[in-house]
């Protein structure tokens, strides 16, 4: 269980090992988690801050364009 | 339940706007193939998987393409649906835009790390 403090790091790896990611949101604790996970590695990103959600939505496409991707 | 691509951004919209209330939202994404929908979309009243075959295991099917499984879920209620690569652009539009609308609760700025005040520029011969 890894955590991540710094958003770059956190998606260098996730990227690497891209397989699922649960988006946790809660609206009243004001927080958003996302985590990604083979299953083994299990990596984890926390933020409180409104500028990680353009981040976050930006490596989520990313992602939806990997699995779609034809190569595996 | 499975919904068509539009149908669930709809309900996520909702469940993003039950989820003020209280509670979390999961969403979750994977990837999947193309043989395990067309087993879930034939609505046959069948209430588990299909057992897959060793063979499908082992190699894809030639025509399977690949796609990206959504769920959604708030509490007891949960929502699916699958995006396939002609319906990629459309939903990451949408996606993205009812994420950045409705994940509105976060912090402006973090207190904790401040950037540094632009200083205003002085020459040392102002400073005397």
């Not at chain 1, 397989?19 to 409180?48: A, E, F, G, Q, W």
């Not at chain 2, 690569?85 to 609760?105: E, H, P, T, V, W």
């Amino acid at each position: 269980m890894t955590n991540f403090n710094s958003w770059e790091e956190f998606a260098k790896a996730a990227e690497v090992l891209y397989l699922v990611d649960p988006l946790k949101y809660r609206h009243v604790d004001r927080k958003l988690s996302i985590k990604v996970t083979d299953n083994h590695i299990v990596l984890k990103y926390v933020t409180d801050m409104a500028q990680d959600v353009k981040k976050m939505e930006k490596f989520v496409s990313l992602l939806m364009r990997h699995m779609c991707s034809k190569e595996k | 339940m499975l919904l068509d691509n539009d149908a669930f951004l709809t309900h996520l919209n909702r469940l993003f706007t039950q989820s003020k209330g209280g509670g979390s939202l999961f969403i979750t994404m994977k990837r999947c193939n193309v043989l395990i929908i067309i087993d879930m979309s034939i609505d046959d009243g069948r209430t588990k998987p299909t057992p897959r075959t060793r063979k499908q295991v082992t190699e894809p099917h030639p025509s399977a393409e690949n796609s990206c499984l959504f769920r959604a879920t708030l509490g007891s209620q949960k929502i699916s649906t699958v995006v396939h690569q002609k319906d990629m652009n459309r939903f990451n539009q949408a996606y993205s835009n009812l994420l950045k609308a409705n994940i509105d609760g976060l912090k402006k700025r973090d207190k904790r790390v401040k950037a540094p005040a632009p200083k205003p520029v002085r020459s040392k011969a102002e400073k005397g």
